[in-house]
């Protein structure tokens, strides 16, 4: 069996293999956070495809962190009811499904990107009529410059910071209900966890902003209240920006080694694993790019903290992702554009490194005279 192929276990949960359908936006809800037949069949066919995990997009926890207002949410419990027929038959197909929880911070009410990704102010709507919304940023003066005024944002306050860590547990609550097996909280790519973490975006003087233990408070007692209502037989993961890739650029940024620290932390609060990517804070970023770019970012964080890590991004070759299993360069393998290209990836990864026809059997059966 290849390395890519073998199981991984995470408290009681049996990943069938290394391969995870890297959490993407599909912008394809009406204004209402409940999925559509879009996210049956987009879900449904990649759990079909092979995948060992198959993760939602970014899913709001309430409605003000919706990136758009056509973004999946789960804060209701219509919601988490909608969602149960796709946990329900990405298990069927031997998947395991996983729910990414998120919050936009000050990158939310905007437009798809389709629709130029410009931010919407509350009195505008987007080209389908949605509106937008206030939203909150850890510090609305350090507000990147990224394309279009900023209109509406607010210095989130101490009761936006206890909501959005009650948010999150509920949104946790919901999403065990709704069926999911792993719940990942998304502390990355400049959304609003990843904000308080950096101090290009940080300039809080309260318990939330200065130290690496005040910017890191967030997420950790976001953390805690995950771990609080999740199941201890259930793993938990949380998404980070392994480095803003601003070091050039500002005396003061989020870097390796304070990823390295953190998942130290995480992993002592109960968090399984580690899912590294890296960057979308800022648009000076120097992000190298290409395949594996992101990879020695997860090493760095594996060999400082005994948590488990993923990698992603530029993963789209069946030996590239067994490699980097086979040489302990990561213990999970995201892949997020090849699934695009191609939603039956983790099948054919299978098809390329797997002799023993084992290969062949995880087609399901409808298909099986494909590859018989
Ligand atoms: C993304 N990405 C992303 N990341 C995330 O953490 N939550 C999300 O909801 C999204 N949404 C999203 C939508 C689309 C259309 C794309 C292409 C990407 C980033 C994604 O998960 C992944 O990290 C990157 O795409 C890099 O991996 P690949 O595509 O090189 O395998």
């Not at 060992?52 to 409605?63: F, H, N, S, W």
């Not at 940080?202 to 999740?230: I, K, M, P, Q």
């Not at 650029?249 to 694993?273: C, K, N």
Request: net charge negative; aromatic share 6%.
């Amino acid at each position: 069996m290849s390395d890519l192929f073998s199981p991984l276990t995470l408290r009681d949960c049996e990943i069938p293999n290394r391969i995870a359908v890297s959490p993407m936006c599909q912008y394809s809800c009406e204004p209402d956070g409940l999925p559509t037949e879009w996210h049956r069949v987009h879900l449904g066919s990649r759990a079909v495809g092979g995948a060992g995990i198959v993760m939602t997009e970014a899913t709001a926890v309430e409605p003000r962190g919706r990136i758009t207002a056509h973004d999946l949410g789960i804060w209701n419990d219509q919601q988490a009811e909608a969602l149960q027929p796709i946990t329900a038959f990405i298990r069927e197909q031997g998947g395991v499904p996983a729910i990414q929880l998120a919050h936009a911070g000050h990158k939310a009410s905007k437009t798809r990107p389709w629709d130029g990704n410009d931010p919407i102010a509350p009195d505008e709507t987007d080209p389908d009529g949605a509106e937008g919304w206030e939203v909150i940023s850890p510090s609305p003066d350090a507000y990147p410059p990224f394309s279009g005024d900023r209109p509406a944002m607010r210095k989130a306050t101490q009761d936006d910071i206890e909501g959005v860590i009650d948010a999150y547990r509920d949104a946790a609550e919901r999403s065990l209900e709704a069926g999911f097996d792993i719940a990942e909280v998304h502390a990355a790519h400049g959304y609003l966890l990843h904000e308080f973490l950096s101090p290009v975006t940080n300039r809080r003087d309260d318990d939330y902003g200065g130290s690496f233990e005040d910017r890191t408070r967030l997420l950790r007692e976001v953390t805690v209240a995950v771990r609080e209502v999740w199941p201890e037989d259930k793993p938990v993961f949380v998404r980070i920006s392994g480095t803003d890739w601003l070091e050039d650029e500002f005396s003061a940024s989020w870097d390796v080694d304070q990823s390295a620290r953190l998942a130290a932390d995480l992993a002592d609060l109960g968090v399984d694993l580690i899912d590294i990517s890296s960057g979308g804070l800022h648009p000076d970023q120097a992000a190298p790019g290409g395949p594996n770019f992101q990879v020695p970012l997860a090493e760095a964080v594996s060999e400082s903290a005994d948590v488990a890590v993923g990698t992603v991004g530029g993963v789209t070759e069946p030996e590239q992702a067994d490699a980097l299993v086979r040489n302990g360069r990561a213990d999970l393998v995201l892949v997020g554009r090849e699934f695009l290209r191609d939603p039956y990836f983790g099948l054919r990864a299978g098809e390329a490194l797997e002799e023993d026809g084992a290969a062949s059997e995880r087609w399901p059966i409808q298909y099986r005279r494909a590859v018989q």
